[in-house]
């Protein structure tokens, strides 16, 4: 069974960093593509970032373009968010993802195509 720990969140002002860990158990992490997505209060889930399984490939919503880096280190099974320049509306808690098991070297970004998610981490940028 695909176990996923994040951790990293935490309260920073705006125009802070903060970089979220996830570390992965349960399978051969290194060929498996992984991702990052956000629930705001209210909101639905949403993508935020993914990594292919060599890391050569990312993909990340607009509105974190230039801002967040998501990255990984297989010979730690840790995915990474590198999150900068954070604003208040990037509050939200943030889980770390793994596709199902049978679709290896896929890099999703539609909720529906990953299969086991970790507990979240609280992230708050403040004003």
């Known amino acids: 069974q695909v176990q996923l720990v994040e951790s990293g969140g935490g309260l920073v002002q705006a125009g802070g960093s903060l970089r979220l860990s996830c570390a992965a158990s349960?399978?051969?992490?290194?060929?498996?593509?992984m991702g990052w997505f956000r629930q705001a209060p209210g909101k639905e889930r949403e993508f935020v970032a993914s990594v292919s399984w060599s890391g050569g490939t990312t993909y990340y919503v607009d509105s974190v373009k230039g801002r967040f880096t998501i990255s990984r280190d297989n010979a730690k099974n840790t995915v990474y968010l590198q999150m900068m320049s954070l604003k208040t509306k990037d509050t939200a808690v943030y889980y770390c993802a793994a596709p199902p098991s049978g679709s290896p070297f896929r890099t999703p970004r539609k909720e529906n195509e990953y299969a086991y998610w970790g507990q979240g981490t609280q992230v708050t940028v403040s004003s």
């Open positions: 349960g399978r051969t992490f290194s060929t498996y593509g």
